[in-house]
């Protein structure tokens, strides 16, 4: 599967439950279906670029552009090939839905460990979910939000140790503080009216936010 230059966002779709408000790829952008991720697209009327998986939740495998089968044994679910994949291609900026919520916890865990492959890999990746959001930022980036966002703002130390973690423009401020991944230290913070900011100078992040479709996504910065 070849792909263009100006390809600049990729939207991969699973299957559980949708936000579909942030679902909106424009001319240029790659849209992959995780095996029943298909389904959610069909329904919006969404013709994906690659349809990918095993296709063992969806039941059969699909008619579309570009079809990759998986192996049911394998050591990536269908939403880390996807990922992978959009690496593959050369996106650096990718937006999961479909990845939080639905029967299987332990799917939403597993597309959280992935923002942080993504992270460790040098892209974006944002999973958006009804109301909420995550991604991963480590080693001196950092994310502002817009002053109207509202809402539970929420960080989590995901390794051994992230160090110099400063936040601003929310109800509960950090300056350098250390979070470790035994102890919920930046959970329950909240926005308040101001510009914020995360910023981590050592050590990865898994920051969690309470998402306005109708205000853009924070800006990815360096500390």
């Known amino acids: ?13 699973a299957a559980a439950e949708l936000a579909e408000e942030r679902l909106r790829p424009e001319e240029g952008d790659l849209v992959i279906a995780a095996d029943a991720g298909l389904r959610h697209l069909a329904h919006l009327g969404i013709q994906p670029d690659l349809a990918l998986g095993d296709f063992d ?10 079809v990759e089968v998986c192996p049911v044994r394998k050591d990536d679910t269908d939403t880390m090939a996807a990922l992978k994949r959009a690496h593959e291609l050369g996106f650096r900026r990718v937006l999961i839905f479909g990845g939080l919520g639905g029967a299987r916890f332990d799917h939403s865990l597993a597309n959280v460990q992935s923002l942080a492959w ?10 958006v979910g009804r109301g909420c959001a995550l991604t991963a930022i480590s080693d001196g980036a950092a994310l502002e939000f817009d002053a109207r966002c509202s809402g539970d703002f929420s960080a989590f130390c995901f390794g ?8 601003t423009g929310l109800s509960y401020a950090l300056d350098g503080a250390v979070l470790t991944p035994d102890f919920p230290l930046a959970v329950s913070n909240s926005f308040t009216g101001e510009r914020a900011r995360i910023s981590v100078a050592h050590g990865r992040l898994i920051i969690y936010w309470h998402d306005d479709p109708a205000l ?8």
């Open 57 to 66: 939740s969806l039941g059969y495998v699909p008619e579309a552009p570009s």
């Open 1 to 13: 599967m070849r792909v263009e230059s100006i390809m600049k966002t990729c939207y991969i779709v």
């Open 216 to 223: 853009p996504l924070p800006e990815r910065t360096r500390a």
């Open 160 to 167: 051994p140790e992230a160090s110099g973690v400063c936040e």
């Open 118 to 127: 993504a992270d460790a890999h040098g892209m974006e990746a944002i999973l």
